[in-house]
């Protein structure tokens, strides 16, 4: 079978029935991605495939062969740290830090799905994505801290989202 | 997890045709049935993968409604900006069910087939008839707190898990399968899941190998459209109660009124009693609360659940308040 993560190439022959974690973490050396429930309950496997936060833990990796994946380990490095990554030092947002990869890889498909004018359970009109923080919240609700830093979690989440906003508002300033 | 033979459908048609197998399973976002595979609770011997398969699409019909192609992920859907716009029932019961990973993920076919999440269901050492029929059904007489009140038999008081399925009840969806040989059918949502009975092993009217395509909604409804979910946590659980509503006022009286129930019964229920109660009367607590008597005249608790069926009266009188404000 053949796998694209991080943008690097992988040929491996796993047992039929590994999920796509297990493929990560035994197959092919990335255990950033971490397994905590298995079952899709507390989000510590999420990566994303073609852009798309999911549990790694409920799908084959069979399923996944002709897709781009990313893991924390495709999302920055020690000394070129992701947005969230950094956010997530300067805020404090983990203790033991073993949900922390799939807090960061859920908050990046999130982000985007909320830039992409996506409604969630607790907006007001279907039309508004603005993300407060009790949106935040919500849209993070797939993924637990068993340490409960979520305050510190929202913190980091809200400053890569005012930031990503700054960005994009003085990038329309700029063309206008 | 016990092992299985995988093949990748290239087609629909071929999917069919190799789908009718004993112990064949088509798989598509997989987050239930891979979930239950690790327990033992399905143990298929093939899977088909029809992950692939060009149904991800969402159309416009010649009626004026909408096709949502099978493999549109719940995620889209919830999105989709004629969703939004003219079902927006369907849009937040969506986006009140599962994760926003879980959404990404699961499929619209794969949301209306997903099964119970009853305690005993998944615990293999327990009795349940509807994962091994004819060993009876530990939940009755046993902790029973997300069970059904209506609807059930002495075999099974399992309810189906589904937001989606609750809003497209009320919206009347129809559900276009592909049978093995060739067919195309058409089934109401409201006759897709079957009541437990004395099989409760059998959810649905699905033949072996038949592949859900589509689900059809009808024109937009008139009228106001809301879901409400009532449910243990604020987020990422399942409904205790729950009602998918739709109704329109005219001149003051009820001119139209559609609702459908979630963790009440093994599908989403819909009763042409309640719906009856509320036409052509003036809204109001009077109209709502005959509507609430028609809806649990022969509910049924089994101890741990009996407050459902006063949490269901008062969840109904409210999104009723709410959609006639």
Redesign the interface.
């Known amino acids: 079978m053949h796998f694209t993560i991080n943008g690097q190439s992988f040929d491996v022959e796993p047992?039929?029935?590994t999920?796509l974690l297990d493929l990560l973490r035994e197959h092919v050396g990335l255990t950033g991605t971490k397994k905590g429930c298995?079952?899709?309950q507390c989000?510590a496997c999420?990566v994303l495939v073609n852009g798309?936060?999911?549990?790694s833990c409920?799908?084959?990796a069979?399923?996944h062969q002709?897709d781009e994946v990313t893991t924390i380990e495709g999302l920055g490095t020690p000394d070129d740290l992701h947005p969230l990554q950094a956010a997530f030092v300067r805020h404090d947002g983990f203790q033991c830090g073993y949900c922390t990869p799939g807090q960061i890889c859920?908050a990046v498909?999130?982000l985007d799905?909320a830039a992409?004018?996506?409604?969630?359970?607790v907006?007001e009109s279907?039309?508004d994505g603005a993300l407060t923080d009790e949106e935040i919240?919500?849209?993070?609700?797939?993924?637990l801290c068993r340490c409960s830093a979520y305050p510190n979690i929202v913190d980091a989440i809200r400053e890569v989202a005012d930031g990503a906003r700054d960005e994009r508002r003085v990038g329309e300033e700029a063309a206008a | 997890?016990k092992?299985?033979?995988?093949a990748r459908a290239d087609s629909a048609e071929a999917a069919v045709a190799d789908g009718g197998s004993e112990g064949t399973k088509f798989?598509a976002?997989?987050?239930n049935l891979?979930?239950l595979m690790?327990l033992q609770v399905e143990t298929p011997a093939r899977l088909i993968?029809i992950?692939?398969l060009d149904l991800a699409s969402v159309e416009a019909t010649e009626a004026g409604g909408l096709s949502i192609g099978a493999l549109v992920p719940n995620?889209d859907l919830?999105?989709h900006e004629v969703v939004?716009r003219d079902y927006?029932v369907l849009?937040?019961a969506l986006?009140?069910g599962?994760?926003?990973?879980?959404r990404?993920?699961a499929s619209t076919g794969g949301n209306l087939l997903q099964r119970t999440r009853c305690y005993y269901f998944y615990d293999t050492t327990s009795a349940c008839n509807k994962r091994a029929p004819g060993s009876g059904c530990a939940a009755i007489g046993g902790f029973n707190r997300i069970m059904a009140v209506l609807g059930t038999s002495d075999q099974c008081i399992a309810t189906h898990p589904s937001d989606m399925a609750v809003a497209m009840a009320a919206l009347e969806a129809t559900v276009v399968t592909l049978k093995a040989d060739g067919d195309r059918r058409r089934i109401a949502l409201a006759d897709f899941h079957r009541l437990p009975g004395d099989t409760p092993h059998i959810e649905t009217v699905l033949e072996p190998g038949e592949l859900i395509t589509h689900v059809e909604l009808p024109p937009a409804p008139k009228g106001r459209q809301v879901y409400r979910k009532v449910r243990d946590r604020?987020?990422?659980a399942f409904a205790l109660v729950s009602i998918a509503g739709i109704v329109a006022v005219e001149d003051g009286r009820i001119a139209s009124a559609a609702l459908a129930f979630g963790g009440l019964a093994h599908k989403p229920w819909r009763d042409p009693a309640v719906e009856a109660a509320l036409v052509g009367h003036t809204p109001g607590d009077a109209a709502f609360a005959v509507a609430a008597d028609a809806l649990l005249a022969d509910a049924r608790g089994f101890g741990s659940n009996d407050f459902k069926i006063p949490l269901a009266r008062r969840t109904l009188i409210a999104t009723l308040r709410e959609l006639t404000a």
């Not at chain 1, 992409?116 to 359970?121: R, V």
């Not at chain 1, 919240?137 to 993924?143: C, F």
């Not at chain 2, 092992?3 to 995988?6: A, K, L, N, T, V």
């Open positions: 047992d039929i029935r999920s298995d079952h899709g989000g999420t798309r936060r999911i549990n409920l799908t084959l069979v399923m002709d859920s498909g999130m799905e992409k004018g996506w409604p969630s359970h907006s279907l039309d919240r919500e849209r993070m609700s797939g993924n | 997890m092992s299985f033979d995988y798989i976002g997989g987050t891979l979930d690790k993968d992950s692939r995620a919830a999105a939004r927006p849009s937040r986006l009140a599962a994760s926003g990973q879980l990404n993920k604020a987020s990422y």
